[in-house]
């Protein structure tokens, strides 16, 4: 039987890297995102290999989550596996700095965003009691570094809702996962530093992870036997040392 994906943050990066992988390997496909355009693309370029649903949404609006999810037609609404991807920096200032539009950005995305979406999906999930949850971490949810403050606050929340996930989630054999890579080429600085040259330097001087590189691992982690859950997983560039140390050809 064919496994469902719902994948947040579809739209580019490694959520739509995740879901050009996942269709290789014939999985449906739920694609999520706000840009409706992108959505139709892709679903258009995936159609050959899988069934595919959208949903536009903002995770942010938690009526609108819980609304669109609710919305799913019955072939896509059995969720085997939940990838909360979506999520950016905005900003990279000290503290004393920062601004509080930022501030709400990032907690109201990566943290409350990734609880509405697990709201919607998790009651079905121990109700059937089988599932997969994915949540899209961060090397900066493990290791602060100068001027990440709130970006990385929320990352270490993610990590720490996940592992009260698993620990919440064991006794119905749902597996729950956290994949933190470090720096990743995406649209990623673009958002956090509102375009412009800075955004463009990030990844120069050294080859980033490619977010095909996560969707690898990401696929990795969805394709383990039923008795294996890969817990957590830091992946970085073989460039990259921690979050500040960059090796830099020039
Ligand atoms: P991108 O900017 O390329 O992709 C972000 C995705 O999130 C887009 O599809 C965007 O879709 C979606 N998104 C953003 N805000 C919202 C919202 N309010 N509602 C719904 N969807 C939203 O970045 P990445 O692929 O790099 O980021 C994906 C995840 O990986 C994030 O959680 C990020 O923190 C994490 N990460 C990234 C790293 C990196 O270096 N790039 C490293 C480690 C982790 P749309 O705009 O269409 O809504
Ligand atoms: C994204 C990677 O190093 O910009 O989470 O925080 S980093």
Known sequence: MKKTALIT????????ATAYEFA???INLVLCGRRQERLEEIKKNLSQQTHVHILNFDVRDKEETLKAIASLPEAFNTIDI???NA???HGLDPIQDGSLEDWDAMMDINVKGLLYVSKAIIPDMTKRKSGHIINIGSSAGKEVYPKGNVYCGSKHAVLAITEGMRIDLNPF???VT?????????EFSQVRFKGGQQADNVYKGYKALQPEDVAEVIY?????PSHVNIADVL???TAQANSSIVKKTD
Not at 9 to 16: E, Q
Not at 178 to 186: D, K, M, Q, W, Y
């Open 82 to 84: 939940l990838i909360n």
């Open 173 to 175: 054999g749902i597996k």
């Open 178 to 186: 956290a994949i933190n890579p470090g720096l990743v080429e995406t």
């Open 9 to 16: 943050g579809a739209t580019s990066g490694i959520g739509r």
């Open 235 to 237: 992946m970085f560039c």
């Open 220 to 224: 990795f982690a969805v394709s383990r």
């Open 24 to 26: 290789k390997h014939g």
């Open 87 to 89: 999520g950016n920096a």
